[in-house]
């Protein structure tokens, strides 16, 4: 099935692992793009190092394009990608913010960039800035989804660009993939899907979670991590989201998250004000946040933990290989393409 998406990247077809901290890990990522998708490394958490180890691991797993996924606003995602650049990596995937400095690098070396979106008004200000395609992402997402349904942002940004669209946000089967492309899409990127795959780093335990919950158990809050983010309505998630934490226990934890990933604090204490309090903030609240996440998907504990989940969890009935996965969303896509063809 051949797209704008799969024509500019040279991939053999049009799904995409979103950039998933902790999950989009090297050997899911490898696995993605083997199966002909594009994966997308999650650098978020990652130091300059880290991230270049991890880029070389992809490399030693397959010789097909991947991106690498870089939260801008979070510290560390500067190194992050300028290690991308200097690794030549074909498809800087770039979100939380804009850098048409590092747009016009990545395209000077061959690359591609795709800006994640979840507005129309962040979409314009994407294409502005010159990147080449976009993930727009639809209220239905795991964690960062818009204030709209990915039934009407998909075709709302569609009227305002020619370029490539990946359709993020509820998509987890053949059905989806037909529905996206009828709106406009190019491509899917499954998140939910992919990361209850036999070759996802979530905890066993977790991905039967996934297979367990229906699209309603979900919990969609900005107590997290401060902007409206989706959960899985888990004890821990109602605990979390019940209020925001308090700006010194929130310190506490970020700290704490920080010391246990080894991440050098006068660096990150650099980043997270480089950019002013308000944003230092936010950054602590995300820090906080991760220490709830690994819990959740490292040790399948959904007491203390917080998942990060889509509506789409009430798709998921197995926890297949990757391949399958891609093979059979491929199948039910044409299938369901074909029987809305006129007889
Ligand atoms: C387990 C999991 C972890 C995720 N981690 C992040 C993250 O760290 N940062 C982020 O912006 N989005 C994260 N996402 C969201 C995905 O990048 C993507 O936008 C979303 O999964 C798409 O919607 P879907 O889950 O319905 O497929 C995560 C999603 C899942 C399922």
């Keep these: 099935m051949h797209t704008r998406l ?19 890990i090297p050997s899911l990522v490898a696995a993605v793009s083997e199966a002909g998708g594009l994966g997308i490394l999650a650098s978020g958490g990652m130091s300059a190092d880290e991230c270049r180890a991890a880029i070389q691991q992809v490399r030693a797993f397959t010789n097909k394009p991947f991106g690498v996924g870089c939260s801008l606003m979070l510290p560390g995602a500067a190194a992050c990608a300028e290690v991308a650049v200097q690794e030549q990596v074909p498809v800087l995937n770039i979100s939380m913010g804009k850098d ?23 979409a314009r200000s994407a294409i502005e800035s010159g990147v080449d395609g976009l993930i727009v992402t639809g209220h239905e997402a795991a964690a960062h989804g818009g204030a709209v349904t990915s039934l009407v942002l998909i075709p709302a940004v569609r009227d305002l660009t020619d370029l490539p669209i990946i359709a993020a946000g509820g998509f987890a089967d053949g059905r989806g993939l037909a529905a996206a492309l009828a709106l406009g899409a190019d491509a899917v990127a499954m998140g ?43 004890p821990g998630g109602q605990k979390y989201t019940a209020s925001r934490l308090s700006p010194p226990r929130v310190v506490a ?26 944003q230092a903030v936010k950054i602590a609240y ?17 007491e203390e933990g917080v998942q990060l989940i889509g509506q789409s969890q009430g798709l998921v ?20 393409m074909q029987a809305l063809l006129p007889r």
Excluded: W
């Design 6 to 24: 799969t024509r500019l990247l040279g991939i053999a077809h049009p799904i995409v692992l979103p950039g998933m901290t902790y999950v989009a």
């Design 100 to 122: 048409e400095s590092l747009v016009a690098r990545v395209k000077a070396y061959g690359g591609h960039v795709i800006a994640t979106v979840s507005s129309e008004k962040h």
């Design 192 to 234: 939910t899907r992919l990361a209850a795959s036999r070759e996802s780093p979530l905890h066993e335990a977790t991905k039967q979670m996934v297979v367990d919950k229906a699209a309603e158990d979900t919990i969609y809050s900005s107590n997290f991590d401060t902007f409206p983010c989706r959960v899985m309505h888990t």
């Design 253 to 278: 934890r970020a700290l704490r998250a920080a010391s246990e990933l080894n991440t050098p604090m006068g660096q990150l204490a650099r980043d997270a004000l480089r950019e002013g309090p308000v």
């Design 286 to 302: 995300f820090g906080a946040a991760t220490l709830a996440m690994r819990k959740a998907m490292h040790q399948g504990d959904h």
């Design 317 to 336: 009935h197995d926890v297949p290989p990757v391949a399958e996965i891609i093979a059979r969303v491929l199948a039910q896509a044409q299938e369901v």
